[in-house]
């Protein structure tokens, strides 16, 4: 018998920046310095540029592994990263 509990069941973070912070709080890091989001039917984009990629790797990494694409183009250490993720 499979049993359901509700109260155990928790939504996706809305934002990458929900998922770095804790306890569904927000965070937004140094290295997100220009920050934009574009919205269509069923995904938003967030796209940050950056002049510390090195400072985001962890981060990145975090992300990856709670669900998000990260996708980065990147020279040296500007870089401008992308975040989606499936409504």
Same mark, same amino acid.
């Given at each position: 018998?499979? $049993?359901?509990?509700?109260?155990?069941?928790?939504?996706?973070?809305? $934002?990458?920046?929900?998922?770095?912070?804790?306890?569904? $709080?927000?965070?937004?890091?140094?290295?997100?310095?220009?920050?934009?989001?574009?919205?269509?039917?069923?995904?938003?984009?967030?796209?940050?540029? $950056?002049?510390?990629?090195?400072?985001?790797?962890?981060?990145?990494?975090?992300?990856?592994?709670?669900?998000?694409?990260?996708?980065?183009?990147?020279?040296?250490?500007?870089?401008?990263?992308?975040?989606?993720?499936?409504?």
């Amino acid at each position: 018998m499979q $049993t359901h509990y509700d109260n155990q069941i928790r939504p996706a973070p809305r $934002t990458p920046y929900h998922s770095l912070g804790e306890n569904s $709080t927000m965070h937004i890091p140094n290295w997100a310095q220009h920050r934009s989001v574009y919205r269509s039917a069923g995904r938003t984009l967030y796209v940050v540029e $950056t002049e510390k990629y090195g400072d985001a790797r962890r981060d990145l990494a975090h992300l990856n592994r709670a669900g998000w694409d990260v996708s980065v183009d990147a020279a040296g250490d500007n870089a401008r990263i992308a975040f989606s993720r499936a409504a």
